[in-house]
T-cell receptor, first 115, second 111 residues
Framework: DADVTQTPRNRITKTGKRIMLECSQT?????MYWYRQDPGLGLRLIYY???????NKGEISDGYSVSRQAQAKFSLSLESAIPNQTALYFC??????????????FGAGTRLSVL | ELKVEQNPLFLSMQEGKNYTIYCNYS?????LYWYRQDPGKSLESLFV?????AVKQEGRLMASLDTKARLSTLHITAAVHDLSATYFC???????????FGSGTQLTVLP
């Protein structure tokens, strides 16, 4: 079983709809992240959380919200989806880091299309 | 604001050839990561480089870090088709709480 699980894997929705992408992990990590990937732009950070009570905006948080329901669960919501939110979304986790090393482990991704 | 630039963005190379991918970053950093993404797949960690002059090697891939030049390189030796993927560098500065990724280098190894 995957250590970082994202659901759904694919989603097609319409403009204006509210949708939620979910992420759960069995790695026991404190830190969780949401990224979006667009062709030619690499990965851009949407939100990150270092524990249940520590949630922070990333580079491109407008139009998104998150919920850290438990150490192992971190959900991303699009309150009112728009077509330019069509992208591949990744959840990632990392531990607090031995010696400042924070390798991130990624889920399989959710491909979202907003029509 | 930390900026991370990779070049080239696209690279086609013949099997058996050598090539280097470059990763430049704009502010002081002491931790640099390389990730690989196969087509349609997720990202997997390749290397973590922690200090000036650090060199890591696995198989046909070798990564190095020059913190004074703010440059990391990923060198490919005698490329094989299985190395076809997109390679990302990511930088973690001392004050930042997150990674900043480069745009990625899409490598295609041709027979």
């Amino acid at each position: 079983d995957a250590d970082v699980t994202q659901t759904p894997r694919n989603r097609i929705t319409k403009t204006g709809k509210r949708i939620m992408l979910e992420c759960s992990q069995t790695k026991g990590h404190d830190r969780m992240y949401w990224y979006r990937q667009d062709p030619g732009l690499g990965l851009r950070l949407i939100y990150y959380s270092f524990d249940v009570k520590d949630i922070n905006k990333g580079e491109i948080s407008d139009g998104y919200s998150v919920s850290r329901q438990a150490q192992a669960k971190f959900s991303l919501s699009l309150e009112s989806a728009i077509p330019n939110q069509t992208a591949l979304y990744f959840c990632a986790t990392s531990d607090s880091g031995q010696g400042g090393v924070h390798i991130q482990y990624f889920g399989a991704g959710t491909r979202l299309s907003v029509l | 604001e930390l900026k991370v630039e990779q070049n080239p963005l696209f690279l086609s190379m013949q099997e058996g050839k050598n090539y280097t991918i470059y990763c430049n970053y704009s502010t002081t950093s002491d931790r640099l990561y390389w990730y690989r993404q196969d087509p349609g797949k997720s990202l997997e960690s390749l290397f973590v480089l922690l200090s000036n002059g650090a060199v890591k090697q696995e198989g046909r891939l070798m990564a190095s870090l020059d913190t004074k030049a703010r440059l990391s390189t990923l060198h490919i030796t005698a490329a094989v088709h299985d190395l076809s993927a997109t390679y990302f560098c990511a930088v973690h500065s001392g004050s930042a709480r997150q990674l900043t990724f480069g745009s990625g280098t899409q490598l295609t190894v041709l027979p």
